[in-house]
């Protein structure tokens, strides 16, 4: 799943409607829906986007987090380390072959450290 198949789900359900339905209302198959929610799919466009937030009717700041979601959920991740130090290189390869075994108490680590480096620059 990725942050945008979540929030879609959660907006869904507290609205309490199904993929059927809510894919009729916003023009897209009950399929595609169902690969957004489950991350088989990539980002969705702006149109979509902001269908999905008129359908929620959700405020601005909901909808900006909505889109900032959907900015982080491409489910197929490439990392261009061409140039870069040798490490960064294995780095890269090496994430790329445990993702899916890490713990998440090992994913907020890895995530706190990359937010401290974002606040740096």
Do not use: C
Request: glycine share 6%.
């Amino acid at each position: 799943m990725t942050p945008f198949g979540d929030a879609v789900r959660r907006l869904r359900e507290e609205k309490g409607v199904t993929q059927k339905q809510m894919a009729k209302a916003i023009g897209v198959s009950p399929a595609y829906l169902s690969a957004l929610e489950h991350g088989r799919r990539g980002r969705p466009s702006f149109d979509l986007l902001q269908r999905i937030a008129g359908y929620f009717n959700i405020i601005w700041d909901e909808a900006e987090a909505l889109f900032a979601d959907a900015d982080a959920s491409h489910p197929r991740v490439v990392v261009d380390t061409a140039g870069m130090p040798a490490a960064y290189t294995a780095f890269a390869n090496n994430l790329s072959r445990m993702i899916r075994t890490l713990p998440p108490d090992v994913l907020e680590e890895m995530q706190a450290v990359l937010n401290r480096a974002v606040r740096r620059k």
